[in-house]
């Protein structure tokens, strides 16, 4: 089942911050983030497992509540660079396949 | 460098002509998949392979074909397209089964069936 993301799309100035939220409508084993510019493939950002550990790369960081079976994308202080598609991508276990979302459109502007 | 190459980049085709796409992955990864993606539904994964010659069916698999004759090529042949069959599509590969493994995307096909 497609996990739910939201919002569909967003608009920022440069340095606001961002939160795209990913949720599932059962148990999950680990969420997926990849960023998507425009007319090239998606590339990942990173994993979380089940466990709730929160990760991290510089201003780009995420959490994941496994009881709600959830999972928040964070953007600190926005640059141009961000903008782009985001899609989450789910396990219920460690042998399933990954499910993706249908995005969130983030477009940072000056 | 480590990468995902797909070929064409672009295809323009009529409805009814065969035709295949090409995907090569240079990493040894066990696990490939293809999918489509069109607005507002994101990325559905067509078909996969964990290992040469095991292929299964993934979400949207009618109208696809798939081989995996070698660990590096997963081509995806569309045996007769039809119009509904115009995506974007991407093909991606995985040293095995997801679990906490990240996927690699080639940079994409953008198909048009007239």
């Known amino acids: 089942q497609q996990p739910v993301q939201s919002p569909q799309a967003v608009i920022l100035r440069e340095g606001e911050d961002a939160v795209i939220n990913c949720s599932s409508s059962?148990?999950?084993?680990?969420v997926h983030w990849y960023r998507q510019k425009h007319g090239e493939a998606p590339v990942f950002l990173m994993i979380?497992?089940?466990?709730?550990e929160q990760k991290g790369h510089e201003k780009i960081s995420a959490s994941f509540n496994e009881k709600k079976q959830q999972s928040s994308l964070y953007l600190t202080a926005s640059q141009l660079s961000y903008s782009g598609t985001y899609f989450c991508?789910?396990?219920?276990?460690?042998?399933?396949?990954?499910?993706f979302g249908p995005g969130t459109s983030l477009s940072v502007i000056p | 460098e480590a990468q995902v190459t797909q070929n064409p980049r672009y295809l323009i085709t009529v409805t009814g002509k065969k035709l295949t796409v090409t995907c090569s992955q240079n990493?040894?990864?066990?696990?490939m998949s293809w999918y489509r993606q069109d607005p507002g539904l994101g990325l559905r994964q067509i078909y996969y392979?964990?290992?040469?010659?095991?292929?299964d069916k993934g979400d949207v698999p009618e109208g696809y074909k798939v081989s995996r004759k070698e660990k590096r090529n997963f081509p995806l042949i569309l045996e007769s397209p039809s119009p509904n069959q115009t995506s974007l599509y991407f093909c991606?590969?995985?040293?095995?089964?997801?679990?906490?493994?990240?996927?690699?995307f080639g940079q994409g096909t953008r198909l048009t069936v007239v």
């Open positions: 991606a590969s995985s040293p095995n089964q997801w679990g906490s493994t990240e996927a690699f």
């Open positions: 059962k148990a999950l084993y680990s």
């Open positions: 979380l497992l089940k466990g709730g």
């Open positions: 991508g789910t396990e219920g276990t460690s042998y399933d396949k990954v499910i």
């Open positions: 990493m040894n990864h066990e696990y």
């Open positions: 392979s964990m290992n040469v010659e095991v292929t």
